[in-house]
């Protein structure tokens, strides 16, 4: 396998920086959340990194459950139609559902789920994100917990691909352009 390093111009977000983010994120979510019982919605494949480091330093008892949907393919830009590729195995009536999600880039896809996963009768849907590009966003997104605000361009590492690669990068890195054009 060829090396990594020369497919990224700087490195926006250490690893480090984002375990101590989700522990401090962690800390908000047990206090708002005490005495309920949680479900963790993960968003594949981009969250998995971030849910087993957000779940990991959850204190409580808590479920865990996927969603695969995909609104980019294999391009660098939201086609702003998604599409459910996995839904849940769980239940949502009458329960706390937090969605764990890698990046809000238009805020297409959560904005879209968030509406999804309400109309199935849950207590409440709230949303914790580790990235988010504020000059990207096509609709706002309620985020009730969000990691870092980056700037608007093309990031991948800790669970975020381009074209399915890079996501085992343990840092967000800014992908260098002579990669994808
Ligand atoms: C990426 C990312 C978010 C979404 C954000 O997922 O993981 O889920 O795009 O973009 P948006 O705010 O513009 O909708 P992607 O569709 O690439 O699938 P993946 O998680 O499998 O990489
Ligand atoms: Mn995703
Ligand atoms: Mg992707």
């Not at 962690?26 to 969250?47: S, T």
């Not at 480091?53 to 294999?74: F, I, K, Q």
Request: net charge negative; proline share 2%; hydrophobic share 45%.
């Amino acid at each position: 396998a060829s090396d990594i390093e020369g497919d990224l111009t700087e490195v926006l977000v250490t690893e480090s920086e984002i375990h101590a983010k989700l522990a401090e994120l962690a800390r908000r979510i047990e206090a708002d959340y005490e005495g309920r019982d949680l479900l963790l919605v993960g968003v594949l494949k981009g969250a998995v990194m971030v849910m087993a480091d957000l779940a990991r330093e959850l204190r409580p008892h808590l479920n865990m459950d996927w969603m695969a949907v995909s609104s980019y393919g294999a391009g660098t830009q939201s086609s702003g139609v998604v599409k459910i590729l996995k839904d849940l195995d769980t239940d949502l009536t009458g329960r706390d559902v937090l969605i764990v999600e890698d990046i809000i880039d238009s805020g297409l896809t959560l904005s879209w789920l968030l509406e999804n996963l309400r109309s199935r009768g849950a207590a409440s849907v709230e949303v914790c994100a580790l990235l988010r590009k504020p000059d990207a966003a096509k609709v706002e997104v309620d985020v009730r917990y969000l990691g870092f605000d980056i700037p608007n361009q093309f990031v991948v590492g800790y669970g975020l691909d381009y074209a399915e690669r890079y996501r085992n990068l343990r840092d967000v890195a800014i992908l260098a352009p002579h990669v994808y054009s």
